[in-house]
């Protein structure tokens, strides 16, 4: 593909806007300590999350990453926080948990009422450790890509306001005017309980809290192998060996060879985002009246908000599954932020990022224990909110002696059914063009 060197502004950084205001780096970092209680892999959302609560529980903790601290997805997400996970697409189930048997039902229900705790455990924990984060609560708009999409939201809506009551409303194509400037979807679902925030803030003001709470943190430190059993690991780094009694592994789209089992559970797919110049403040409020952050019903979906200030687009979304150059993803986005809003032709591209995200086989994300590693993992692109919560709840588990309430605890955790499927997602390509071709197709047929 051709890119046109005129989408991007003479200012243009393959990088994330984020870091502008909060870069990864190595602020904190110490030696790698012999002995630790809780070893912690990653230094994300969830891993300092654990870090947080363990410390606070008065164990001696230690967080590592193989890169800067955060560098991973943390600090380059759409920032959207949300309740509500892609339950829905069928849950494994264990036994006595057929699909549609009351106790799935009842799985579902729980898992759904967890997703509400994780998002107001994300403002909990914003307002308890004091962290600016332009943590802003307007509000969510689902565009529908279809005529049937719309039709099939009636049910989407009587569940989450059944199961959740977070103020999920319809809005028909010929209102949606007041949500977003733009006439491409037919019609859309307004929930109210949704925010957003600027992600790299969010993850600093968590490491300030990690280290302010005596956490043990060190930057460019990858596991290389973890040896031994629960009560007596050896986390062998590239900066020496650590001795733990407990250890969580949270490094969801980022899971390398260190942690086989989890890889053949999850496929790291490649999230690409965009943000543009700032734009006059009538056509910035003319695009998302209110606010909102914008996804859609479609199979390859994208997601949208304004930057802090409210001048400015974040335009989010798979350009592609599988990693590309930032400047043809950024080309590739620019096109479909035309598509939804013409009114943007001609605004220019200040940043092009990616990270990545892991999906599971059933959509929705899993915590555990397996020989004798913690694990918290899946975030399927929604993780601000939940991996923040797992990485609390695997942390209470550890200071439960075992014990968790948490209903994700002791779901089946399915393999990808791809055979001889080890962590290097090969079909990546093929899956995306399929997805692409089928959401052209039912777009084409139904309008
Ligand atoms: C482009 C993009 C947009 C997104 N938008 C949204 C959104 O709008 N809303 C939302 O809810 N979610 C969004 N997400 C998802 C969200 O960012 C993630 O779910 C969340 O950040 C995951 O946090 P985590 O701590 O589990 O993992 P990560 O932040 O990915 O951290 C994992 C860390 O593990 C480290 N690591 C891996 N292996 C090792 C090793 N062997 N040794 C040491 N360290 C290791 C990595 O270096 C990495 O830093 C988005 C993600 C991306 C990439």
Request: glycine share 12%; proline share 4%; hydrophobic share 35%.
């Amino acid at each position: 593909m051709k890119i046109d060197r005129a989408l991007f502004h003479p200012d243009y950084k393959a990088e994330p806007f984020w870091w502008e205001a909060a870069r990864p780096g190595t602020e904190y970092s110490s030696d790698l300590p012999d002995k630790t209680e809780v070893f912690i892999v990653g230094s994300g959302y969830s891993g300092l999350s654990a870090a947080l609560e363990l410390a606070r529980g008065g164990r001696s903790v230690t967080v590592v990453d193989a890169l800067a601290f955060g560098e991973g997805a943390s600090t380059r997400s759409g920032g959207g926080v949300s309740a509500g996970v892609n339950i829905g697409k069928g849950i494994a189930g264990g036994p006595g948990q057929a699909k549609h048997s009351g106790a799935h039902k009842q799985l579902i229900e729980r898992l759904m009422n967890e997703s509400l705790a994780a998002y107001e455990f994300v403002h909990t924990l914003v307002e308890r450790e004091g962290i600016e984060c332009h943590l802003e609560k307007r509000g969510r708009f689902i565009g529908a890509n279809t005529s049937a999409h719309y039709l099939g939201f009636q049910k989407k809506v009587d569940d989450l306001n059944r199961v959740l009551q977070i103020g999920a409303r319809l809005l028909a194509k010929d209102e949606q005017r007041s949500e977003i400037g733009s006439d491409y979807y037919h019609g859309g679902i307004v929930i109210e309980h949704a925010s957003k925030l600027h992600p790299s803030l969010f993850h600093k003001g968590l490491l300030d809290a990690c280290h302010r709470a005596g956490v043990t943190l060190c930057a460019h430190t990858k596991v290389e192998k973890i040896d031994g059993a629960l009560g007596n690991f050896t986390l062998k780094t590239a900066n020496g060996d650590c001795q733990a009694e407990q250890v969580i592994v949270a490094t969801n789209g980022y899971t390398g060879e260190l942690s086989p089992n989890l890889r053949k559970r999850i496929v790291p797919i490649s999230s690409q985002i965009i943000t543009t110049e700032e734009l006059p403040e009538d056509l910035a409020l003319e695009l998302i009246p209110n606010g909102r952050t914008i996804s859609e019903s479609a199979r390859i979906t994208n997601y949208y908000r304004l930057l802090p200030g409210d001048r400015r687009v974040m335009f989010g979304g798979r350009a592609r599954f599988e990693s590309v150059p930032a400047d043809l993803s950024a080309a590739i986005l620019h096109g479909k932020m035309i598509e939804r809003w013409p009114q943007l032709k001609g605004v220019r591209i200040t940043h092009s990022w990616s990270g990545l995200v892991a999906m599971t086989t059933d959509s929705i994300p899993h915590m555990g224990q397996e020989d004798g590693l913690h694990f918290c993992t899946g975030c399927n692109g929604s993780g601000v909110a939940m991996m923040t919560y797992l990485g609390n709840q695997v942390a209470q588990r550890i200071l439960q002696d075992g014990h968790s309430d948490s209903a994700y605890v002791g779901v089946e955790f399915p393999k990808v059914p791809v055979p001889f499927y080890s962590g290097n997602p090969w079909f990546l390509p093929i899956i995306g063009n399929y997805y692409r071709h089928l959401d052209r197709k039912e777009r084409r047929r139904m309008g």
